[in-house]
């Protein structure tokens, strides 16, 4: 079964750090690129970060950019988000999310379960 | 900025068919875009139904179908069933490997 579990959330006071932990199961973590996505409770998803699946080329939604930093560690079927200088307007759900592809396509699937990051003093 | 727009709120009853879109504040939505829809119930991550516009993944009802209609891309629910009332997103690629996800349509099925 293809599985992807996160770990890494809490809460933050403003201003903090926290890093965010994925790691991947039942595929070949490093045939695929990966992805974040959060989510405030009420509201829709929102695209954060992508990495390729050599680590190479990252993306970033522009109110991270500087912020956040996204990894991998292939040998470890490991995922990570580095979260850093924390609003309170980052606080959500994070998910962790396989690209999935069918060339030319690619489509989120499948998703984790989420963990939780709480942004407040 | 463009934004990826859905109906905020969509009702159906029992039985009956409804096509939800997804759309551009500027331009029109084409297959290159990757446009995908996803499901999420209340608690729950969201599942994937649609990808590539119009494939569904593995385990989706029939019922469910993707297209492009016009200038958007479309998520039709033929016969709805009481469990299909729940929240649904669209993502689009918005070029430069930068990805977005409309802001959801909460479907009512009654």
């Known amino acids: 079964e293809v599985q992807l579990v996160e770990s890494g959330g809490g809460l933050v006071q403003p201003g903090g750090s926290l890093r965010l932990s994925c790691v991947g199961s039942?595929?070949?973590?490093?045939?695929?690129?990966m992805t974040w996505v959060r989510q405030v409770p009420g509201r829709g998803p929102e695209w954060v970060a992508s990495i390729k699946q050599d680590g190479s080329t990252k993306y970033y939604v522009d109110s991270v950019k500087g912020r956040f930093t996204i990894s991998r560690d292939n040998a470890r079927n490991s995922l990570f988000l580095q979260l850093s200088s924390l609003r309170g307007d980052d606080s959500g759900l994070y998910y962790c999310a396989r690209w999935d592809y069918g060339n030319p396509w690619y489509w989120l699937d499948p998703w984790g379960q989420g963990t939780l990051v709480t942004v407040s003093s | 900025q463009t934004v990826v727009t859905q109906e905020p709120s969509f009702s159906v009853s029992p039985g009956g068919t409804v096509t939800l879109t997804c759309g551009l504040t500027?331009?029109?939505?084409?297959?290159?875009?990757?446009p995908s829809w996803y499901q999420q119930t209340p608690g729950q991550a969201p599942r994937t139904l649609i990808h590539s516009t119009n494939i569904r993944s593995s385990g989706v009802p029939d019922r469910f179908s993707g297209s492009i209609l016009g200038n958007k891309a479309a998520l039709t629910i033929t016969g709805a069933q009481a469990d299909d009332e729940c929240d649904y997103y669209c993502l689009l690629h918005m070029g430069s490997g930068i990805w977005m996800f409309g802001g959801g349509t909460k479907l009512t099925v009654l």
């Open positions: 500027s331009g029109s939505v084409s297959t290159t875009d990757h």
């Open positions: 039942g595929f070949t973590f490093s045939n695929y690129w």
